[in-house]
């Protein structure tokens, strides 16, 4: 059975789970995003409550894709309203390697 991936945006309280997929996307995949494990993993708390606070008020989307109610890939995305028409534009993203 093939299992199919849900993907959502994540909520401001669900700010511990980015925390979690982003500092295991950066220890995986140093290069898919604009910063770094050891740069990210000094963040309190608040900031990373924060980011996902600032996600859910304007025109970016902090999303995941899930199977089974598990996370396996993160992404943010921006809605750009400077053009004719909207666009999504993906800034970065990741996905868990099948098996881990």
Partial sequence: MIRRPHIRTLAQHEWAMYKDMRLRALAASPDAFG???AREQYR???EWAGRLAAGANSWDLPLVAEVDGELI???WGRIEKSTPMWRTCIKCGWLQAAGV
């Fill in 35 to 37: 910063s770094t494990l």
């Fill in 44 to 46: 309190s708390d608040a």
């Fill in 73 to 75: 890939g993160l992404a």
